[in-house]
Structure formats: structure tokens, C-alpha cells
């Protein structure tokens, strides 16, 4: 699928019920994904054009237990070739920063690992259910295990909108080339 204008494209990929979408209208000031309370709704590719200058590529979540075998076959593939768009600058990795890293989670930063020259920056969300001090040491382990410098790796909150203007500044680097 080309876009029409090419314009630099950022994609956003999280299992479902990490938030994606309401940190994707956050980061936009306004409405532009559906937020749905049932998890595992976006079943497509949803693109964004944000201030004429860009794109979000909205992924369907992943790890939702509802979606068969072909479905979940169909979803590794629209992301591997996300992946391997020309117009990708980056990818924002929407993690809970309540929880652990599932399978899921692994298995999507070994697609994440494989394609080299894609940068990521990982979003943790949710970041307002923790204390202060939970947070920092759930940032710091998440940083850890996902092996991402401090750089890549932004605690956000949609509900309080701590962490967008630190994300929003991110994906300008990553659409600029700064952090590459």
C-alpha cells in the first residue's frame, strides 16, 4: 500500500489493552483512533496523517486470546511487512508498565530485533497506576530486560498526559533521523 503524499510513517504495535489507542489521539490532541473497551477490536491497519508532515501506522494489538491460528499468522505478516516499509522511521512500543514481558512480548521483540535498521522507541503506559518510586524500578527493569538505552525508552500516561510531550519530542527524532 503506498500513501499518497509519501511522508515519513512511524508504526504502533502492543498486545491488546495496552492503551495504543488512546495514547495514539494523546500524542495527536484529538480523536483519531476508536477506543474501544474490548480488547483485540483494530483488526487492520489503521493510517493517521498527523499535521500533514507524517503518518501513524496503527497495528492490530497482539497476544488477544480470541483470534485463531490464521489470524494471528495474518497479523505476523501485515507486521513484518510494516517493518520493512520504506517510509518507516520507527516503531513505538506500547508496553503495560504493570506487568511483566508476556511470550508475546518476547516474541515481538524478536520481529523487532530482526529487521536491524528499524529504531524503537518503547512506551510504557499505564504509568499513573504505579507509585513513583514502583514506576522508576518497573522502568529500569523493563529498560534492562528489553536491552534499550535510556533514550528509547519513554513511561507514559494518557489519563494524566505525563510522558507525551517526552514521546512526541522522541518521534520527532525518529522522523527527523536524530536518533539514528
Known amino acids: 500500500m503506498l500513501l499518497d503524499p509519501l511522508l515519513p510513517e512511524v508504526a504502533f504495535v502492543g498486545r491488546s489493552n495496552v492503551g495504543k489507542s488512546t495514547l495514539l489521539n494523546a500524542l495527536a490532541g484529538r480523536r483519531i483512533a476508536k477506543i474501544s473497551g474490548t480488547p483485540g477490536k483494530t483488526r487492520a491497519l489503521n493510517v493517521f496523517l498527523i499535521e500533514e508532515s507524517h503518518y501513524f501506522l496503527d497495528l492490530p494489538g497482539y497476544g488477544y486470546a480470541r483470534v485463531c491460528k490464521v489470524q494471528r499468522a495474518a497479523f505476523r505478516g501485515l507486521v513484518k511487512h510494516t517493518l ?13 508498565i504493570r506487568h511483566p514481558l508476556s511470550a508475546d512480548d518476547q516474541s515481538m521483540q524478536d520481529t523487532l530485533a530482526e529487521e536491524e535498521k528499524t529504531r524503537v522507541l518503547a512506551a510504557l503506559t ?55
Open 126 to 180: 499505564k504509568g499513573d497506576k504505579l507509585s513513583s518510586g514502583k514506576r522508576s524500578t518497573r522502568e529500569r527493569e523493563l529498560r534492562e530486560e528489553l536491552g534499550l538505552p535510556e533514550d528509547q525508552v519513554v513511561v507514559t500516561s494518557a489519563k494524566t498526559g505525563a510522558g507525551i510531550a517526552d514521546l512526541k519530542e522522541a518521534i520527532a527524532g525518529l522522523i527527523s533521523g536524530a536518533t539514528q
Open 84 to 96: 520493512r516499509r520504506d517510509q518507516l522511521r520507527g516503531v513505538v512500543w506500547l508496553l503495560d
